[in-house]
């Protein structure tokens, strides 16, 4: 290596650090706080699942019924965990990608305190029983302007740091984080405005939320993991993306068809007719976007499988873009309008699809960022790489129990509510074994995520373990840090996707 290549590389080194120092109270202050409300909304969710198959459970509190646990489980899983995910994610990589230190430490700090306080009152008021019956909106009407300015509070600053970037390339991982961060408060603002400002027919109000749970699922949480998994992808396996030009294709198509889904779960509804079917279309050709990054990604992490092996990172990551997978094939397959479309409207299916993409997909790519980034946001190893194992294998075989049971279960219940000569309670006898399985895989998950949310405790406090090569200096892998030293340049070079 020629002195001046290696002064480069050691500028380039010192300017990391420079940016996770900056970055490393929110980094954990998003990761830490998301983790916990990861565990509150599994442990709701069990309960809420045990309910389902044995209603007399806890009966004699009625913070625990039902029409209050499961959207309290919901929110708490989008709002407290998948929304502070996400934004750990965002500041982490727009800094990374823009070359530039956080600046705003106390704004994003000061507005993430917000955001909790605000995601602890509406999962409260949900409990307490003033939730709003709108799915994934449930939070007491006066909540949702303060997430907002919160939102915007603590993303002010990654736009501010792409538009002051260094000349060059906007990497493909770019595109996706900055859609995801001008999508959200397109379908936020729009949903909560019509629906708690401008209130219209309570027909047409369901079909807006149900726009705005597809709008958070593919605009918002859809972006985000795929472009983490485009960084992580080739910046761990040291090997170029596959294809730029699916990388392009991937995003487009994305974000032509996505903003068309949702309707479909008016099927029958009294609302135009075209409504519901251009909905059930445009979720069936999300297929085209999911399997485009889907095949992208992995041929990029399997170009390297030894490090594949190795990696945390890679195997979260690896399982989550097979969760987007699985999720596309179901997207198809539940929106078929001659069949199951009209099965699966009141069953367990729908639950189900929103979990595999919520968890099955979106987590379990937080996970395996998170693997990445806590080692050099705080300079020290994780703790434990047999916690870490565990933590991966009840992660991945409980979210496919979960997520696969919920959505053929849903099948199941559906064919038997469109018995009309059976009582409806033979409906609900179908879905009971399968309502059985997906409590028992609840409590699997939450007991790793309670240990994750430890692990990650311990780490934010400086316990973890400090190596002879520190995670963040390090290029390529290094024997005495086995968990976290994955490769770490951030030159546009041919690890990464740059769309001109």
Not at 46 to 69: D, E, W
Request: hydrophobic share 50%; glycine share 8%; aromatic share 14%.
């Amino acid at each position: 290596m020629s002195p001046i290549t290696s002064t480069t590389h050691d500028q380039d080194a010192l300017l990391r650090a420079g940016i996770d120092r900056s970055l490393r109270h929110p980094v954990m202050f998003f990761l830490t706080s998301g983790a916990f409300w990861l565990a509150v909304s599994i442990f709701l969710g069990v309960i809420a699942s045990a309910k389902v198959h044995s209603p007399g459970f806890l009966s004699s509190c009625p913070l625990s019924t039902y029409g209050r646990v499961f959207p309290a489980h919901l929110n708490a899983l989008v709002y407290g965990w998948g929304m502070q995910a996400a934004f750990a994610m965002i500041i982490w990589l727009m800094a990374r990608l823009s070359r530039k230190e956080c600046t705003m430490v106390g704004t994003i700090l000061t507005a993430g305190h917000v955001w909790n306080l605000g995601v602890a009152i509406g999962v409260v008021g949900i409990l307490l029983g003033h939730g709003t019956g709108m799915p994934w909106m449930e939070f007491p009407s006066f909540a949702w302007p303060v997430l907002l300015i919160s939102y915007f509070a603590i993303v002010i600053g990654s736009f501010i740091q792409f538009r002051v970037r260094p000349e060059g390339h906007v990497y493909i991982s770019q595109w996706y984080l900055l859609a995801a961060m001008l999508w959200f408060p397109w379908i936020y603002v729009t949903a909560n405005t019509l629906l708690h400002c401008l209130p219209g027919h309570p027909v047409m109000a369901a079909g807006i939320n149900a726009w705005f749970r597809s709008g958070m699922l593919f605009l918002f949480f859809t972006p985000v993991a795929l472009g983490t998994a485009y960084y992580l992808a080739p910046k761990v396996t040291g090997r170029p993306v596959f294809s730029y030009s699916l990388a392009k294709l991937g995003f487009w198509s994305l974000a032509i068809i996505a903003p068309w889904a949702g309707m479909q779960k008016l099927a029958g509804a009294p609302i135009p007719y075209f409504l519901p079917y251009l909905g059930a279309a445009a979720t069936a050709l999300l297929f085209v976007p999911a399997c485009a990054a889907a095949v992208n990604t992995l041929r990029t992490m399997l170009a390297d499988r030894e490090t594949l092996a190795a990696s945390p990172s890679l195997r979260f990551t690896v399982a989550g873009i097979a969760g987007l997978l699985v999720l596309a094939v179901s997207a198809v397959i539940l929106n078929l309008p001659g069949s199951s479309l009209r099965l699966t409207q009141f069953t367990l299916s729908g639950y189900g699809f929103e979990i595999l993409a919520l968890y099955g997909f979106f987590t379990l790519v937080m996970f395996g960022a998170t693997y990445f980034v806590v080692p050099r946001v705080t300079r020290r190893e994780w703790i434990s790489r047999r916690l870490i194992k565990v933590h991966f294998l009840f992660s991945v075989y409980g979210i496919i129990t979960v997520a696969l049971v919920a959505i053929f279960g849903g099948l199941q219940q559906g064919m038997g509510q469109e018995d009309w000569q059976q009582p409806w309670e033979s409906a609900t006898a179908y879905a009971k074994p399968y309502s059985v399985a997906i409590t028992f895989s609840w409590c699997l998950i939450l007991f790793s995520n309670i240990f994750f949310f430890i692990h990650l405790l311990l780490m934010w406090l400086g316990l973890g373990r400090r190596s002879t090569h520190p995670t963040l200096l390090v290029h390529g892998h290094h024997p005495s840090s086995p968990h976290g030293a994955e490769g770490d340049i951030d030159n546009a070079g041919p690890g990464h996707a740059a769309v001109h």
